[in-house]
């Protein structure tokens, strides 16, 4: 079975700084999607980025990056000229590539709960 | 177009009591899940409808819990009778097909 590890119960960051959040996981398939998503005080989880795994090229959406190292089963989020609005609960996430049989199951660290300073 | 929608947003009931959670996927979503949040854990996968049928229901702790989706449409899961331990955030989404998730704003249980 698939698992998900967030090592960093919570992170603090400066306003306008740089902060990376971590996450590694443990599976046996080739072919996998990775997630982060946000979730807020609202509680709506919020896709952040999404990483295909049979891609080199590492994601990015704006301020947010990942650095994906498939060889160590790593997938760490950095977040960029951090502001106020990213603070949030930030959860790491794994799905298997075979849609037909797990469909959108996915796989959920504990989570980092992210403070931004001003 | 409309979200996920879940309510109550918050429920507070004695041990033993029941409670059922209801949640109106996006319209034309044929996959629906349900995922919880015990405090300070991982969100867990509980199962996944596809239309009216379930899919997976793997996650589901035990025989206390109950879901259904009449019709293919809105979902409900109901929870009998309620032990502390069923204590936490119970998340709905749902998908078109094998992409994008949409969740909704979940349903703080509380059971005292």
């Known amino acids: 079975a698939q698992t998900v590890t967030q090592s960093q119960p919570e992170m603090s960051v400066q306003e306008a700084e740089t902060v990376t959040l971590s996450c590694t996981y443990d599976?046996?398939?080739?072919?996998?999607?990775l997630f982060w998503y946000k979730q807020p005080p609202s509680r709506q989880m919020i896709l952040v980025i999404r990483?295909?795994?049979?891609?080199?090229q590492n994601a990015t959406e704006n301020r947010f990056s990942v650095n994906f190292q498939k060889a160590a089963k790593s997938f760490s989020l950095k977040i960029s000229d951090s502001q106020l609005g990213d603070a949030a609960m930030y959860f790491c996430?794994?799905?298997?590539?075979?849609?037909?049989?797990?469909?959108?199951?996915?796989?959920f660290g504990a989570g980092t709960i992210l403070r931004v300073k001003s | 177009e409309a979200g996920v929608t879940q309510f109550p947003s918050h429920s507070v009931i004695e041990k033993g009591q029941t409670v059922t959670l209801r949640c109106d996927p996006i319209?034309?979503?044929?996959?629906l899940y349900w995922y919880r949040r015990v405090m300070g854990k991982e969100i867990k996968f509980l199962l996944h409808?596809?239309?009216?049928?379930?899919?997976?229901e793997s996650g589901m702790p035990n025989n206390r819990f109950l879901a259904e989706r009449t019709g293919g449409t809105y979902s409900t899961l109901k929870v009998q009778p309620a032990e502390l331990e069923d204590s936490g955030v119970y998340f709905c989404?749902?998908?078109?097909?094998?992409?994008?998730?949409?969740f909704g704003s979940g349903t703080q249980l509380s059971v005292l």
């Open positions: 989404a749902s998908s078109r097909g094998f992409e994008k998730l949409f």
């Open positions: 990483q295909e795994a049979y891609k080199q």
């Open positions: 409808f596809v239309k009216e049928s379930k899919q997976d």
């Open positions: 599976t046996s398939e080739s072919d996998y999607y």
């Open positions: 319209s034309g979503h044929d996959n």
């Open positions: 996430a794994y799905r298997s590539s075979y849609s037909m049989e797990y469909g959108n199951k996915l796989v």
